[in-house]
C-alpha cells in the first residue's frame, strides 16, 4: 500500500486530496491539526508518533524529525543497501510528501505582530520534509501547492508519474523553500534596520505573456510571495494582459494608493498619470481625472482605490480603455463593463508598499531600495516666500504633492480643486516639463490662472518659476536644495508666488 505523508498549515482541500488518495489505495501519515481536521473529514489517519514511537514535544517544535520519517523519505528504492536498512529498522518508505509551511509572510504582515509571533511561525519540520522528499523525487512525489492536488491525483490516476513530472514538482519545492528562508532572512535583517547582505529572489511563474514590451521579446509574469501584490491579482473579463498592461497596472494602482479611503482615480499612459483626481465617489473621480487629458485617456489604464459601482462604469462607457483596475467591483458594474467584450476587468488590492523592497533591473544584478512611500507628514514642510499660501492653495499644493509623487521624472503637475489639471513627465529639463505642463493644461482647456504646481525635485533655475508666473500659477511646492535657492525664491517673490519647500523630493525614474 502506498503512504502519503501529509502536514498542512493552509488547509484548503487537503481533505478531497486525502479522500482522494484513500479511494486509489493509499495510507495516510498525518500530524497533529492536519490529522484532526483529516479524521474530522472522515479521512482514515495514522498520527506521526504512531510511527515515530515518540510523541511531539516543545510545544509541536519536534514532531516529524525522526529517522522513522526522514529515512522512509530519502530512502533510494534502487539501491538494495538503503531498502535492506528500512526493513532492519523496520521503516515504512514514503511515497508522495502534501506539506505547506507555517505562514510565515501572513504573519509578518499583520500590524503589531511581535518578534515572538514571527519566530514562532517559522517552520522547520515543513521544509525538512519537503526537501527529503525533493531530493529524493525520483521515488517520493513532494508536492507543496495546494491547487495542485487534483492535478496529482489525475497524475496517479494516468500511471507511474513521469521523471521530468517529478522534477517540476521538486524544482516548485526548493524555490518555495528557498523564498521561504530569504523571506525569514529579510525580516531578521529588518530588526537591525539594514538591508540584507545576501537577497534571494524566488519566484513563480503566475503566466506566460504573449510577447514582451515589443513582440518578438519572450516575457511571463513572475510572482513573489509579498502580500498584496502581483499574485493577488485576478482579471474578471477581457482580452489577455500583455506586459506592458502589467506595468501600467501596477503603476496606477500606485498611484491611487496615496489617498487612502478618499475615492481616487488614475488615468495612466506608458506608466505616468496623464490625470489624476480624488472625488466624493469613484465615478466623480473618474470624471475629474478624465478631464486633466482627454485626449492622452485614450487606450489609457484606468485605476481606483475603491469598489467601482454601476455609476463608475457607465460614466467611463464612452471612452476606450486598455484595462481599468480595482480592488473591488460590484456585480452591476462587470455587468456595463461586459458590453465592451475586449476591455481587460482586473482586481488587485491597492497597497502603499510600506515595508517592501523596490527591485530595478541593471545588467548582472539589480539596483535594491526601500519602496518609494510620501511622507504625508507636514512637519518638514516650511514658507520660504514672502507670502504664505492661502486655505485653498494649501488644499492645492497637498494633492499636487501627492500626485506629482507617481509622474515620470523630471516632473511638474499642476493642480486645482482636487486634481491634475496639466501633468509634464519625463522630461530632460525642469524648465521643459513646466511648460509641458502648462501647454497640456491649456490644450486641455483649463485656465492655469490661480492654480498651485508641485516639482518632483528643486529647481536648479529660476527659469521654471518664471514660466509657471507667467501662467498664473500661484503657489509652488518643491523639496528645495538648489544651490540657487535665494534665486529661485526671488523669482517667487517677484510674482508673488507662495512658494514651500518640503525637504524631500520624489524622483520617479
Known amino acids: 500500500m502506498p ?3 501529509i502536514s498542512v498549515s493552509d488547509k484548503r482541500g487537503i481533505v478531497g486530496f486525502a479522500t482522494g488518495l484513500v479511494s486509489r489505495g493509499w495510507q495516510i501519515v498525518s500530524t497533529g491539526g492536519t490529522a484532526a481536521a483529516l479524521r474530522e473529514g472522515g479521512v482514515p ?3 506521526v508518533d504512531a510511527i515515530t514511537g515518540f510523541p511531539e514535544i516543545l510545544d509541536g517544535r519536534v514532531k516529524t524529525l525522526h529517522p522513522a520519517i526522514h529515512a522512509g523519505l530519502l530512502a533510494r528504492r534502487d539501491q538494495p543497501a538503503h531498502m535492506a536498512a528500512l526493513g532492519a529498522n523496520k521503516i515504512e518508505p514514503f511515497d508522495l510528501v502534501a506539506v505547506n509551511l507555517y505562514p510565515f509572510h501572513a504573519t509578518i504582515a499583520r500590524p503589531g505582530v511581535t518578534f515572538e509571533d514571527a519566530i514562532e511561525n517559522i517552520d522547520i519540520g515543513g521544509p525538512s520534509m519537503l526537501r527529503s522528499a525533493a531530493k529524493n523525487h525520483e521515488s517520493v512525489l513532494a ?7 487534483r492535478a496529482v491525483l489525475e497524475l496517479l490516476d494516468a500511471g507511474p508519474v513521469p521523471a521530468e513530472v517529478r522534477r517540476d514538482f521538486a524544482a516548485k519545492v526548493f524555490a518555495h523553500t528557498s523564498e521561504y528562508d530569504a523571506a525569514i532572512a529579510r525580516f531578521l535583517t529588518s530588526e537591525h534596520n539594514e538591508l540584507p547582505g545576501r537577497i534571494t529572489l524566488a519566484m513563480e511563474r503566475q503566466q506566460l505573456l504573449r510577447y514582451g514590451e515589443n513582440p518578438g521579446q519572450r516575457a511571463a509574469l513572475y510572482v513573489t510571495e509579498e502580500p ?7 482579471q474578471r473579463q477581457g482580452k489577455e494582459l500583455s506586459f506592458n498592461n502589467l506595468l501600467d497596472l501596477d503603476a496606477a494602482m500606485i498611484a491611487v494608493s496615496r489617498w487612502g479611503a478618499t475615492p481616487a482615480c488614475a488615468v495612466i499612459k506608458h506608466t505616468t498619470p496623464c490625470g489624476i483626481a480624488i472625488g466624493g465617489s469613484a465615478a466623480e473621480a473618474f470624471e475629474r481625472a478624465r478631464s486633466t487629458d482627454p485626449m492622452s485617456a485614450f487606450g489609457s489604464v484606468v485605476a481606483f482605490n475603491t469598489v467601482v459601482d454601476q455609476a463608475t462604469a457607465t460614466a467611463m462607457a464612452d471612452l476606450f480603455v486598455e484595462v481599468v483596475v480595482a480592488p473591488a467591483f460590484q456585480e452591476e458594474a462587470l455587468a456595463t463593463f461586459a458590453r465592451k467584450k475586449n476591455l481587460r476587468v482586473v482586481e488587485l488590492p491597492a497597497a502603499d508598499g510600506v515595508g517592501q523592497l523596490d527591485y530595478k533591473r541593471v545588467r548582472g544584478g539589480f ?8 511622507d504625508p507628514s507636514e512637519a518638514a514642510w516650511t514658507v520660504v516666500s514672502g507670502r504664505s499660501p492661502d486655505e485653498r492653495e494649501w488644499n492645492d499644493l497637498r494633492f499636487a504633492w501627492l500626485a506629482v509623487a507617481s509622474v515620470k521624472s523630471n516632473a511638474i503637475l499642476l493642480a486645482r480643486d482636487g486634481r491634475a489639471i496639466g501633468i509634464g513627465a519625463g522630461q530632460m529639463s525642469r524648465v521643459d516639463a513646466s511648460f509641458l505642463a502648462v501647454h497640456k493644461a491649456r490644450e486641455a482647456g483649463h485656465s492655469t490662472s490661480g492654480a498651485a504646481l508641485a516639482s518632483d525635485a528643486f529647481f536648479p533655475f529660476p527659469d521654471g518659476v518664471e514660466q509657471a508666473a507667467e501662467a498664473g500659477i500661484t503657489a509652488i511646492i518643491q523639496p528645495g536644495g538648489s544651490v540657487r535657492d535665494a534665486d529661485v525664491v526671488a523669482a517667487a517673490d517677484s510674482a508673488g508666488i507662495a512658494m514651500v519647500f518640503t525637504g524631500s523630493r520624489q524622483f520617479r525614474h
Open 45 to 47: 489517519v495514522t498520527a
Open 228 to 234: 498584496r501584490g502581483m499574485r493577488d491579482l485576478a
Open 143 to 149: 508536492v507543496v501547492d495546494p491547487t495542485d492536488y
Open 367 to 374: 539596483l535594491v531600495q526601500d519602496m518609494f512611500v510620501p
Open 3 to 5: 503512504r502519503a505523508l
